[in-house]
T-cell receptor, first 113, second 112 residues
Framework: DGGITQSPKYLFRKEGQNVTLSCEQNLNHDAMYWYRQDPGQGLRLIYYSQIVNDFQKGDIAEGYSVSREKKESFPLTVTSAQKNPTAFYLC????????????FGAGSRLTVL | QQQVKQSPQSLIVQKGGISIINCAYENTAFDYFPWYQQFPGKGPALLIAIRPDVSEKKEGRFTISFNKSAKQFSLHIMDSQPGDSATYFCAALGGSNYKLTFGKGTLLTVNP
């Protein structure tokens, strides 16, 4: 959606396995974000990056890792340390600065079997 | 610690009616209040936003009312349509970490 491609759309994982969710953008936005959405829980910030090669932890970073080697890409790895990884994961971008409009991708749904 | 409380959790409105979703916050350092709309299987999209120096902002059928003294803000959808059926999130920006904090969302269903 809006120049943000998240893949895969659906992913199934066995317990104990790491999985990487892809987020690619062609909007030339500086900032990228990862949110987790659970039913009735709103959107919770996992990690964000305002510039290449730099990123900060959000409110629920434990059990997750990210990298920002390119402006266009911000992959999220859900590690085996994440105790409850089943959720809908959303990537977002903006020009930088929280008051700028966040553009969200269509999301990736991860299910741990 | 929930910094933005949103209600109701779900709402059913008849076509043509008014939908009202409320949010309350505690942190007086919040200085930007956006609303997002999310359709099933999609990411949220910014609907409308307000700053605390105004009490109301209107865009088409959507209005934000802001009460700074009560630390409350609400979304009003006039002449609600079935196409408005979606999940709505309020959010607030500010505070020591200066990040967006989202409410838990309201599932709106508009019956034809």
């Amino acid at each position: 959606d809006g120049g943000i491609t998240q893949s895969p759309k659906y992913l199934f994982r066995k317990e104990g396995q790491n999985v990487t969710l892809s987020c690619e953008q062609n909007l030339n936005h500086d900032a990228m974000y990862w949110y987790r959405q659970d039913p009735g829980q709103g959107l919770r910030l996992i990690y964000y990056s305002q510039i290449v090669n730099d990123f900060q932890k959000g409110d629920i970073a434990e059990g997750y890792s990210v990298s920002r080697e390119k402006k266009e890409s911000f992959p999220l790895t859900v590690t085996s340390a994440q105790k409850n990884p089943t959720a809908f994961y959303l990537c977002a971008t903006n020009l930088g600065g929280w008051t700028n409009v966040l553009t969200f991708g269509a999301g990736s749904r991860l299910t741990v079997l | 610690q929930q910094q933005v409380k949103q209600s109701p959790q779900s709402l059913i409105v008849q076509k043509g009616g008014i939908s009202i979703i409320n949010c309350a916050y505690e942190n007086t350092a919040f200085d930007y209040f956006p609303w997002y709309q999310q359709f099933p299987g999609k990411g949220p999209a910014l609907l409308i936003a307000i700053r605390p120096d105004v009490s109301e902002k209107k865009e088409g059928r959507f209005t934000i009312s802001f009460n700074k003294s009560a630390k409350q803000f609400s979304l009003h959808i006039m002449d609600s349509q079935p196409g408005d059926s979606a999940t709505y999130f309020c959010a607030a920006l500010g505070g020591s970490n200066y990040k967006l904090t989202f409410g838990k969302g309201t599932l709106l269903t508009v019956n034809p």
